[in-house]
């Protein structure tokens, strides 16, 4: 056979959204409903994953699980819910950062081991799944998966130790990675993050008995749940019919390394992030590239919608009028279109229309919220000049991305990064913009924390400097491909 033809999502130019958990475990008065919860919550966090979805319940007898493919709001119908009885849930809604999107790589996963049934679900990366692999196939159990979560989940299961804390700190301590988890066990609900606190998870409570564990703290408001606050790195939450149980971090001295990516692109902007309003940080971002690399200009406008807070941020702190200058449409989803360059130009016109009364005549300032491959920005920036902009000014958020993340975040190959052995000046150029500002790593961290060094976050994709030691390339179809194999 020839050469089957590529193609490419028509927003490739972003990174890829990573996971959403989601977690409730209700009184037992609302012994019925924690599915159809985890339904809503699963569905506020949409956003980060379009692949999968799915919602394990447990009753105290039996825990049931249903996955499908496809978003929220079509992966499950009224019936399929109702078949989930039960006052804990756990829910994922899925992007494939290990294994393929198909659906046998769907969360929850659940897991037997010699004394617990768990139902699993996973947002992260670890990097020494191979590893663990090997370990459980020692032991006799078989992975059946091409997923990181499926190894987590059996380790979880067969963990030595009697109590959460025991198997929790076995965890740790085995794998290495990424990981915020919820898990259901068939009469309690538990919340693990990893030590360096990589990817977010946080905590909240119904005033009427209730607990959720969520990756974002927007879930928990579109439930009714009172956020209460982040799980730390490294703590272990167990809920049961007594009450919450925090176990603290068993290794207290690793390294604290968030993910600032989450504060730039993936989170929503009414999310709260290591207890800042992800909308304020945005808006700090924009200020700081206003005055890094100031302009010029007629209008403020941005790529919408991740990069809306930045844009009104750079408006405000310099004096140039913010306008709606790009309609987004919200419904195109990820459409695959051919890497023909008429094709591309189609789906960049599909998803974004200019309004030439807005930008007809204008020095116009654009404000992104990173550049990856840089397949998209320079057809923006042709819709723009077509609309009657004179001037292009493209200002990024991030730095420029030069290193693959390894953690949760599928964004791309080190050599596909189009600031890979670029200078800012050659992007410029390959963009077709008339000037190209990106924020400082030290003006980012400031932004988001106060601290110019970053010290508390994970910025690797932009300085290299990983908090965990990882091989250059790692394959993320490897234990796919050797299960395909027979091991």
């Not at 290591?274 to 302009?295: F, I, K, Q, Y």
């Not at 200019?354 to 919220?369: H, S, Y």
Request: hydrophobic residues 40%; contains cysteine; aromatic residues 6%.
């Amino acid at each position: 056979m020839g050469d089957l033809p590529r193609f490419a999502p028509a927003d490739s130019d972003n990174p890829h959204d990573e996971c959403g958990v989601f977690g409730v475990h209700l009184s037992q008065s609302q012994k019925s409903e924690a599915a159809q919860v985890a339904f809503y919550g699963l569905y506020a966090l949409q956003h980060r994953g379009q692949e999968s979805a799915g919602i394990a319940a447990a009753d105290g007898r039996v825990i049931r699980n249903f996955t499908n493919v496809g978003l929220v709001s079509n992966a499950f119908r009224q019936e399929d819910l109702e078949r989930l009885p039960g006052h804990i849930a756990v829910g994922h809604t899925r992007y494939s950062t290990t294994g393929s999107s198909s659906g046998m790589n769907a969360q929850p996963i659940v897991a037997q081991g010699p004394t617990t049934e768990l139902a699993l679900a996973h947002n992260g990366n670890i990097v020494n799944a191979e590893e663990i692999r090997q370990r459980l196939l020692e032991w006799g159990v078989m992975t059946t998966t091409g997923t990181d979560s499926e190894v987590i989940a059996h380790l979880l299961a067969w963990a030595p130790g009697q109590t959460w804390g025991e198997r929790s700190a076995y965890l740790m301590k085995s794998i290495k990675g990424a990981y915020s988890l919820v898990i259901a066990t068939k009469n309690s609900m538990i919340g693990i993050r990893d030590p360096h606190g990589v990817r977010p998870l946080c905590l909240g409570r119904f005033a009427n008995a209730g607990w959720v564990i969520a990756s974002e703290s927007a879930a928990l408001d579109h439930i009714g749940a009172q956020f209460v606050r982040e799980v730390d790195p490294g703590e272990t939450v167990v809920i049961d019919r007594d009450g919450l149980v925090s176990i603290p971090n068993p290794s207290p001295h690793e390294r604290v390394a968030h993910c600032v990516f989450e504060h730039i692109y993936f989170a929503r902007p009414d999310s709260t992030l290591d207890g800042r309003l992800v909308h304020m940080s945005r808006s700090r971002m924009g200020a700081a590239l206003a005055n890094e690399h100031p302009v010029e200009a007629d209008v403020v406008i941005s790529i919408p919608e991740s990069a809306n807070s930045a844009a009104v941020g750079y408006a405000k702190e310099s004096g140039i009028p913010f306008e709606l200058g790009l309609v987004k449409n919200r419904y195109v989803g990820r459409t695959f279109i051919e890497p023909d360059q008429r094709f591309r130009e189609l789906g960049v016109r599909n998803k974004f229309n200019p309004l030439p009364e807005v930008l007809a005549g204008k020095r116009v300032v654009v404000v992104d919220d990173s550049i990856v491959r840089g397949t998209t920005t320079p057809h923006i920036v042709q819709l723009l000049r077509r609309a009657g902009a004179i001037e292009i000014h493209v200002r990024v958020c991030a730095p420029p991305i030069k290193n693959p993340c390894h953690f949760g975040v599928d964004m791309a190959s080190k050599d596909e990064f189009v600031a890979s052995g670029r200078t800012v000046e050659q992007i410029r150029e390959f963009i077709g913009a008339d000037s190209l500002g990106y924020l400082s790593t030290e003006r980012l961290h400031e932004a988001v924390g106060e601290d110019p060094t970053g010290a508390r976050f994970c910025d690797a994709c932009f300085t290299g400097n990983y908090p965990i030691p990882i091989q250059l390339q790692m394959d993320k179809f490897a234990l796919e491909r050797t299960i395909h194999q027979g091991d």
